[in-house]
């Protein structure tokens, strides 16, 4: 079946880049999600690609994705501190159904 | 324009009880979804709702039943609350439920259950 994997924790410094990784078994899906979660909220769609992109920026994010390794990547750039959140991969379920799996989240946390 | 509404925000429980939560799509939108997010975990399909039916159902126990009406607003009740129920049960919403495009779900806040 479906599964997505996800690094737990990621902690950098305020002005660095962030790279946040996924690996998932399905490669059936048209587009790949990355949600962001903030303390005590749901979830907030980021940025999303398209199955046949290997690559989309969109302002201080950048997706990579490399479908050969099933592999999805987030680079946010400049991170600050309003960042710190907990970043989660996500992709529909086969069979064309809008319903998503997600990985388990990568808690960020920005220091000055 | 509203998002996605749920209530209630916070609610405990206790075991074997039951429990009722609610939720208003976005404005347009017709298909309501329901997820558990257990503490530290990424959120599970539980089902989904289009045309006041259920779609999809994820691997939830018959314990979890749900409802949309008319106006597209839904609810998720689940019966015999176990400690295990505990978590953020967030609801989505979409037009249709079939993925089209870059049509993404728009996800609520999240009623947060605890049972004691």
């Known amino acids: 079946g479906e599964d997505v994997e996800q690094s737990l924790f990621l902690s950098v410094r305020e002005g660095d880049s962030s790279v946040i990784n996924c690996t998932y078994t399905d490669s059936s899906s048209t587009y790949l999600y990355w949600y962001k979660q903030e303390p005590g909220a749901g979830l907030q769609l980021l940025t999303y690609?398209?199955?046949?992109?290997d690559m989309k920026q969109d302002q201080r994010l950048t997706v990579l994705l490399n479908k050969k390794d099933k592999h999805l990547s987030l680079r946010i750039a400049d991170t600050q501190t309003g960042d710190s959140a907990i970043y989660f991969c996500a992709f529909p379920f086969s069979g064309g159904y809008n319903k998503l799996i997600f990985g388990a989240g990568t808690r960020l946390a920005v220091h000055p | 324009d509203a998002g996605v509404t749920q209530s209630p925000t916070h609610l405990i429980k206790t075991r074997g009880q039951q429990v009722t939560l609610r939720c208003s799509p976005k404005?347009?939108?017709?298909?309501v979804s329901w997820y558990q997010q257990a503490l530290g975990q990424g959120p599970q399909f539980i089902f989904q709702y289009y045309e006041e039916e259920e779609r999809q159902r994820g691997n939830f126990p018959d314990r979890f039943s749900g409802h949309q009406f008319p106006n597209y607003s839904s609810e998720l009740n689940v019966n015999a609350l176990l400690l295990g129920d505990s978590a953020l049960y967030l609801c989505a919403s979409s037009l249709g439920a079939f993925e089209a495009g870059a049509n993404v779900l728009t996800f609520g806040a999240g009623s947060r259950l605890t049972v004691l």
């Open positions: 404005s347009g939108h017709d298909t």
């Open positions: 690609i398209f199955s046949n992109m």
